[in-house]
């Protein structure tokens, strides 16, 4: 079973995405700060795939990807977002996220992109 990490400040966000993720069989971690899932990132078993929020309360926009892809560079990022500009989710692409979503999205949606980049990792 490959193990998703949410990482989101909203706790409804997270829980709502947690509920897709494990009925579609995934394991789910949740953290609401960039320092919980580095935490999570060193303790717990492999995170394959990690959904972050851009904006987080003590984490610049791309800080928190950048952390993740030294500390486990096999893991797989999906950025989350309803502020992104354009911009901001093609430099997260070229800093090592393997996609992106915009808020609100459609579970189904997210689903599939988790599954795409497990596979991959």
Do not use: N
């Not at 789910?28 to 394959?48: F, H, K, R, S």
């Not at 093609?90 to 980049?117: C, N, W």
């Amino acid at each position: 079973m490959q193990t998703v990490m949410i990482v989101d400040d909203e706790p409804l966000i997270r829980w709502a995405i947690r509920e897709g993720l494990e009925g579609a069989g995934y394991h789910v971690i949740e953290a609401g700060t960039a320092q919980e899932a580095l935490q999570l990132i060193g303790d717990a078993a492999p995170v394959e795939v990690a959904l972050l929020d851009v904006r987080l309360p003590d984490s610049d926009d791309l800080g928190l990807l950048r952390r993740i892809r030294q500390r486990a560079p096999a893991c797989r990022v999906i950025m989350m977002t309803a502020h992104g500009t354009p911009e901001l989710l093609q430099q997260a692409l070229r800093e090592g996220a393997y996609g992106t979503a915009s808020k609100p999205f459609d579970m189904g949606g997210v689903i599939d992109m988790v599954r795409s980049a497990g596979a991959a990792a």
